[in-house]
């Protein structure tokens, strides 16, 4: 069971809020084992859209696996909030330092800046307010006009609807793709959204695209990314040759299916590995045969994770 823990700061927005919140909750209803804990300075907490919440002023225990996500507020104009105590500040702090994950959505990213754990780290926020926070934390590496970004457990996101692009992508490094994307069917949302070539989902960042043939095939990847496949298997699946398949593929891909299921590893094998699991465990808990493969995807394209590279028994 992991605990998620929502920070609740005067004047957030309340999509903010909802939109993770959601994301979450439905991941629960489908046994992936989320329990979602509201936590602020004071019990009433008023919101930017005038709908008053209520939260308790004590905060749970948490363990390196839990998460801990500031929704974003009224950074601007009349009735502007971002109240925040250092007491709330510390607790932020001290579960970063144990290991376990923070999150931001759009101006919650101030409340990691004032914690600390922005400098030197590339984070985002939401375009109206992106200059003020590089002004206010000179040491933090802004990466503007991004849906959401991920350096060392901080993950920042622009705000609104992007918090719920960050939160699949939570969802998909823990339990894999197809979780995620069976999260974001029952929500009804666009899970292939692509915010930019900086978004840490290979999911999201290679689902924006009209092939229903190529679709189905990531739809298998992505539930089977820890197996031997072969591309006969898939492009059966696909319905078209492999010929076919993997002239669709590289045109909406840019990619091989080899390659996709290499990032999909890779982004799995990196959340394993910063949750304290070792280069070898990872390695074979996302189906590599030993660590060597990992060791290679992992240096040779820093950004992408996993580019193109043999392998036996995976799709080509």
Known sequence: MT?????????????????PAQVFSTADDFGYGYEMGYVAEQEDVPTAQGLPLRARTDWPRLEPDDLVIVPGWRAQGPGAGGRIGEASLQRIREHHA??????????????????GLLDGRRCTTHHEVQDELARRFPRARLVPDVLYVVDDRVVTSAGIASGIDMTLHLVA??????????????MVV??????DEQQASAMLRHRAHLSDSVHRVQDLIDARFGDSLHLADLAAASGVS??????????????TPLRYQQLLRVERAEHLIGQGTTVESAARAVGF??????????ARDAPESAPAGPAPRTPR
Not at 3 to 15: A, K, N, S
Request: hydrophobic content about 45%.
């Open 289 to 298: 045969q030993d660590a060597r493969m990992l060791r290679r995807l992992r």
């Open 242 to 255: 492999e010929r076919t398949l993997t002239r669709r593929f590289g045109e909406v891909t840019g990619m």
């Open 3 to 19: 605990r998620v823990v929502f920070l609740l700061v005067p004047q957030l927005h309340i999509l903010d809020l909802a939109g």
């Open 173 to 186: 490094v823990r339990h894999g793709p197809a979780a995620a994307g069976r999260v974001a069917r029952s």
């Open 190 to 195: 666009y899970a292939r959204r692509n915010g």
């Open 98 to 115: 144990g290991g376990g994950t923070v999150a931001s959505v759009c101006a919650g990213a101030e409340a990691l800046g004032r914690a």
